[in-house]
């Protein structure tokens, strides 16, 4: 059985940082593209970032380009992620997923992800 679990959310105020941790278990965590997406009340899930196989190459979405980090250590089968000069906007339930990528390098579109996490609630407050 897949398990991806969330931890590390929290209530923070703006321009602080919290780390995002999601370990994975019940599949061959090395294999799979790995991502982070969140969703805001009444809003879409959108994507945040993903890293590659390896961890050697990452991907952004504009709105945290250069203010969150996505690392993974396949070591011990965890996805992070770094958000760091946090903005009210950035309010929403994280969630971490699998996708096996097959024949592209990574995706945004949630659709493609085949496992989830349950999600960790991040409240930014101003």
């Known amino acids: 059985q897949v398990q991806l679990v969330e931890s590390g959310g929290g209530l923070v105020q703006a321009g602080y940082s919290l780390r995002l941790s999601c370990a994975a278990s019940?599949?061959?965590?090395?294999?799979?593209?790995m991502g982070w997406f969140r969703q805001a009340p009444g809003k879409e899930r959108e994507f945040v970032a993903a890293i590659n196989r390896s961890g050697g190459t990452t991907y952004y979405a504009d709105s945290v380009q250069g203010r969150f980090t996505i690392s993974r250590d396949n070591a011990k089968n965890t996805v992070y992620l770094e958000m760091n000069s946090l903005k009210p906007e950035d309010t929403a339930v994280y969630y971490c997923a699998a996708d096996r990528a097959p024949g592209y390098s990574y995706s945004s579109s949630p659709r493609l992800y085949e496992y989830w996490g349950q999600g960790t609630q991040v409240t930014v407050s101003s």
């Open positions: 019940g599949l061959t965590f090395s294999i799979y593209v």
